[in-house]
């Protein structure tokens, strides 16, 4: 692509679906490895900048939450690269979204859990409109379609999460970066280097899921009703794979089917387009015979 400049105004909601203080998300984009991308929020304000001398951040020193993450993602790469090839079986249906009949790709697999379960597209072109979850639970829709550099990018979305919304955005602004208004890259005396791996706190991390393979209870742990939680720590590297998954804590006879399951486990890249992070955290998988 070349070098652009989108800027959004977000609202949050809390759990009750009251509205929380309005955020905007601004990126300038010139290249995979040098951008410069802003949240500003009365509860969150961070920049974070990448250079020829590496990644950077200022501002707040917590990540995004999951409303943050999930304005991005949903904005900027709404269907995450790196979910062929797990096993996934494709399906299709058909869905009616107000007036329009949308057409679905279905992901499904015994045991195994994508967190979007289906992507619906209008039947003619290849316009993202609604994201379902695996449980049908919460999706997202995407409207006020435009056509920018080749790409469909939707200027209203609205995130819903049983029956109640999560957060809605509006793009104010989207155009091709000009020489003249490329922004100043300098790195600030407060900016904080990103070092690998990423240590990304355990509430964090599932915000960039992509895909669980479910656990199977032991049959002699049921038999001995053995229940519990297994904290697993866990090295996610630049492709979204697990790796170096060590046991923390948990039932001795629940810890090889919790790695099992985490093995499989597939998370989108982390953060940084064109520039993946490999992350450091913690999984917690609860074994219930309720």
Not at 27 to 47: A, V
Not at 86 to 104: D, F
Not at 239 to 248: C, Q
């Given at each position: ?212 393979l479910l656990p199977v209870y032991p049959p002699m742990a049921k038999l001995s ?66």
């Amino acid at each position: 692509l070349d070098p652009w400049h989108i800027r959004a105004t977000y609202q949050l909601y809390d759990h009750t679906g009251q509205p929380e203080p309005q955020g905007t998300f601004e990126e300038f984009w010139l290249s995979p490895t040098r951008f410069k991308r802003t949240f500003s929020s009365p509860q969150f304000s961070e920049t974070e900048l990448s250079t020829d001398r590496g990644l950077y951040r200022v501002g707040d020193h917590d990540w995004p939450n999951k409303s943050e993450f999930l304005i991005h993602d949903s904005l900027i790469s709404p269907i995450p690269g790196g979910i062929g090839g797990l096993g996934l079986h494709l399906g299709k249906k058909s869905v009616s979204l107000g007036t329009a009949n949308l057409e679905c790709l279905t992901l499904q697999s015994p045991g195994v859990m994508p967190i979007a379960g289906a992507y619906c597209f209008e039947p003619t072109q290849p316009m993202l409109r609604i994201t379902v979850s695996s449980n049908g639970q919460s999706q997202t829709e995407y409207s006020d379609i435009v056509l920018f550099e080749g790409q469909y990018i939707a200027r209203t979305i609205r995130s819903i999460d049983r029956g109640k919304i999560g957060f809605s955005l509006h793009v104010d602004l989207i155009e091709p970066l000009a020489v003249s208004r490329i922004p100043d890259l300098t790195v600030p005396a407060a900016a904080i280097p990103i070092v690998e791996p990423i240590s990304l706190p355990q509430i964090e991390a599932p915000n960039l899921l992509i895909l669980q393979l479910l656990p199977v209870y032991p049959p002699m742990a049921k038999l001995s009703h053995i229940e519990g939680t297994v904290l697993i720590d866990v090295t996610v590297d630049k492709d979204g794979n697990t790796k170096n998954l060590h046991v923390v804590s948990g039932p001795e006879g629940l810890r090889e089917s919790a790695l099992r399951a985490v093995r499989a486990w597939k998370y989108r890249a982390f953060l940084f387009p064109g520039e993946p992070l490999a992350v450091h955290t913690q999984v917690q998988i609860i074994y219930s015979l309720m």
